[in-house]
């Protein structure tokens, strides 16, 4: 039995991005606040703090989760994805990304970080999505700019071009 | 929104869990999937002094099937039992319940015997459990014991649960349930329930559930009903529920959606 006392910080060793990153965190610091300000990856929004607005999604162990409801002692030594990890180069976009920014799936941009790692997680299970399908998964998300149909015409798109990309790799090989 | 100091504790064996909660009772708080658990600490709702993870527990993560019922362990995620292949044939209630649990974002961490612990008067999977007459399995340092649904539940997000005991799994009945049917209302698919509600044949006629409305799920065993005979007892339940006004939803509004959403699930699992 392992027991991390309330008033000591604990040593966190976990995999960000491919990457093998360490902090210090109390047992109540939510993982939202120890990837920002431990970590230094602000990528990762912190909205509503209750699991409804989405904008912290992130994938732990390769669930789907919600860093707001995660504990950073909980991901000792698990491997986290977040916002950071999706672009394949500092000066490129993904192909989901490089979607949202053609079909304007985003304004202000609040809420986009979690919707690309619902929707990039979302993608690699269910490759060809239906739009009811899309619609649903995005229930688990708010943006109050898009209206949604922006962000639905994008992961279509997305889903389509990383179908034919995926293809066009096995052939290469 | 930031939770109040809590020891935490990752427990590696069933004992080590029991143990703590033996020794600290009700300052001790088990986190499973903590979806539920996690929003009540960000609010101060939940204050506890040591919080018990469970989730490394290999023996809660299981589904056991007989003819009679589907067991479900403390650690078995919603989205594990919702990807179970038997799920909708043998637990078709749950199979069509289950997707209105929270979102895909949550129900990836979030379990089934956590929702029912958490006893939220709106939540599906204790609304499930109360309609097909299942069980909750605790256990403590002292004692197992099972306890039907309809004794487990005692109000708003409160249980029969001792201090010193956890759930170690629900199990939900197969044997008996020819037909059900389920149908919800809330604000975006996956918010909490304006209304929800499930209807399963049983022995007598028909058996009808609803959440959202009152402190706790309630249910009404009926023989088979129709035409007036129907609306007479869909009506009489409504009002016995005590629906109150909030910022969602009307009393009046509550009560039109159990009789209107009755009717249709009555007659269809009555077909």
């Known amino acids: 039995m392992t027991r ?13 991005n491919g990457a093998a990153a360490h902090g210090e965190a109390e047992p109540r610091m939510l993982l939202t606040d120890f990837l920002r300000h431990q970590i230094g990856a602000t990528g990762t929004h912190v909205g509503c703090e209750h699991g409804v607005c989405g904008a912290c ?3 732990v162990d390769g669930m789907i989760a919600r860093a707001c409801l995660t504990l950073a002692v909980q991901v000792d030594g698990s491997d986290i994805r977040t916002v950071e990890g999706l672009a394949p180069a500092p000066d490129r976009l993904g192909i989901l990304q490089d979607a949202f920014k ?56 997305a889903a389509n071009l990383l179908a034919t990309h995926h293809s066009a790799e096995k052939t290469d090989a | 929104m930031k939770p109040a100091p809590f020891d935490y504790v990752r427990a590696e064996t069933l004992e080590e869990a029991l143990a703590v909660l033996a020794s600290e009772g009700s300052d001790a708080q088990i986190m499973a999937g903590g979806q539920s658990l996690m929003a009540m600490l960000n609010t101060r709702l939940a204050k506890p002094k040591v919080l018990v993870d469970i989730m490394r527990l290999k023996e809660l993560d299981r589904i056991d099937a007989t003819s009679a019922a589907v067991t479900v362990g403390a650690g078995v ?26 979102h895909a974002q949550t129900r990836s961490r979030g379990t089934i015997c956590g929702s029912i612990a958490h006893a939220d008067p709106s939540a599906e999977m204790p609304l499930a459990l109360l309609a097909l007459g299942g069980e909750v399995h605790l256990r403590s340092g002292r004692q197992r014991r099972k ?11 409160s249980t029969a649960r001792a201090a010193d005991e956890m759930i170690e799994a629900v199990s939900f009945p197969t044997a008996g349930v020819a037909r059900c049917a389920f149908r919800e209302v809330a604000r975006r698919h996956g918010d909490f329930a304006i209304v929800a509600c499930a209807a399963v044949t049983s022995r007598q006629g028909v058996r009808f559930a609803v959440g959202g409305v009152a402190d706790m799920a309630a249910v009404r065993d009926w023989p088979r009903l129709d035409g007036s005979a129907l609306d007479d007892a869909l009506n009489a339940f409504a009002h016995e529920l005590d629906a109150r006004d909030d910022v969602h939803a009307t009393a009046r509004y509550r009560r039109d959606l159990v009789r209107l959403i009755g009717r249709d699930l009555v007659r269809e699992v009555l077909r």
């Not at chain 1, 979302?122 to 060809?128: D, K, M, N, S, V």
């Not at chain 2, 995620?77 to 038997?86: E, V």
């Open chain 2, 147 to 157: 306890l039907a649904a309809e004794k487990f539940f005692t109000g708003m997000m």
């Open chain 1, 57 to 59: 999604t992130v994938t």
């Open chain 1, 102 to 157: 053609r079909h304007h799936a985003l304004q202000c941009g609040f809420c986009t970080a979690g919707i690309l790692m619902s929707l990039d997680h979302y993608l690699r299970e269910r490759p060809r999505p239906t739009e009811d399908e899309l619609r649903d998964m995005l229930s688990g998300h708010l943006c109050r700019c898009t209206g949604y149909t922006p962000i639905i015409r994008a992961a279509l798109d």
């Open chain 2, 77 to 102: 995620r919603q989205r594990s039992l919702l990807g179970w292949p038997p799920l909708a044939e043998k637990l078709n209630l749950v199979a069509l319940a289950l997707p209105w649990t929270g």
């Open chain 1, 4 to 16: 991390l006392e309330s008033d000591r910080r604990h040593r966190i060793r976990f995999t960000l």
